[in-house]
C-alpha cells in the first residue's frame, strides 16, 4: 500500500511538471503567434550610477504592438506583457557590449541599449539584428513624434 501510494505521489509530480512545462511552450507560442516578437532581457529602474554586474537582468520576449512594444518575461504564467513600453516614450541613451558577469547574465553576442521610458531609467538587451529592427521601428515613428535614437 505505502509502495502504491508512493508511486502515485511521484507520478502526479512528473504529471505537473509536464503540465508546467506545456503550459511554459503554450503560453511563448500565443505570445509569438501575431508575429514582431525578439528575445530581450531587460533590466528596469536603475541609478544613475549602476555598475555593470549580471544583476538585475529578467529574460523576456519583446512584441511589436502597433506604437508599442510589450514585454513579456519568459518564466511567467501571465498573459498580458509585464512592461509596455510607447515608441514616443522611448528615448535611447546609449549602446553597448555587455560588460563584466553580464556576459553570463545575458544571451551570447547581445547588445545592451540603455534608454529612458517616461523618467524611468531601462536596458534592454538583444541580439545585433533585433536591434536593428527595434532601431528602425523607433525611426519610424509618425510624422511629429519625436525619437531621439543616440
Same mark, same amino acid.
Given at each position: 500500500?505505502?509502495?502504491?501510494?508512493?508511486?502515485?505521489?511521484?507520478?502526479?509530480?512528473?504529471?505537473?511538471?509536464?503540465? $508546467?512545462?506545456?503550459?511554459?511552450?503554450?503560453?511563448?507560442?500565443?505570445?509569438?503567434?501575431? +508575429? $514582431?516578437?525578439?528575445?530581450?532581457?531587460?533590466?528596469?529602474?536603475?541609478?544613475?550610477?549602476?555598475?555593470?554586474?549580471?544583476?538585475?537582468?529578467?529574460?523576456?520576449?519583446?512584441?511589436?504592438? $502597433?506604437?508599442?512594444?510589450?514585454?513579456?518575461?519568459?518564466?511567467?504564467?501571465?498573459?498580458?506583457?509585464?512592461?509596455?513600453?510607447?515608441?514616443?516614450?522611448?528615448?535611447?541613451?546609449?549602446?553597448?557590449?555587455?560588460?563584466?558577469?553580464?556576459?553570463?547574465?545575458?544571451?551570447?553576442?547581445?547588445?545592451?541599449?540603455?534608454?529612458?521610458?517616461?523618467?524611468?531609467?531601462?536596458?534592454?538587451?538583444?541580439?545585433?539584428?533585433?536591434?536593428? +529592427?527595434?532601431?528602425?521601428?523607433?525611426?519610424?515613428?509618425?510624422?511629429?513624434?519625436?525619437?531621439?535614437?543616440?
Amino acid at each position: 500500500m505505502e509502495m502504491f501510494l508512493a508511486l502515485l505521489v511521484s507520478g502526479c509530480v512528473v504529471a505537473l511538471v509536464l503540465v $508546467g512545462l506545456f503550459v511554459f511552450g503554450l503560453r511563448r507560442r500565443l505570445i509569438q503567434r501575431s +508575429g $514582431g516578437t525578439f528575445d530581450c532581457s531587460l533590466r528596469w529602474d536603475l541609478a544613475e550610477d549602476h555598475d555593470a554586474s549580471g544583476k538585475g537582468w529578467v529574460y523576456g520576449v519583446a512584441r511589436y504592438s $502597433g506604437d508599442r512594444i510589450e514585454w513579456f518575461r519568459i518564466f511567467s504564467y501571465a498573459p498580458r506583457p509585464r512592461r509596455v513600453l510607447e515608441r514616443s516614450a522611448i528615448e535611447v541613451l546609449a549602446r553597448r557590449t555587455p560588460e563584466g558577469e553580464e556576459e553570463l547574465a545575458l544571451l551570447s553576442d547581445s547588445v545592451v541599449l540603455a534608454c529612458r521610458h517616461r523618467g524611468t531609467r531601462l536596458e534592454l538587451s538583444m541580439s545585433e539584428d533585433a536591434l536593428t +529592427g527595434f532601431l528602425a521601428w523607433l525611426e519610424a515613428a509618425p510624422p511629429g513624434q519625436r525619437v531621439n535614437v543616440a
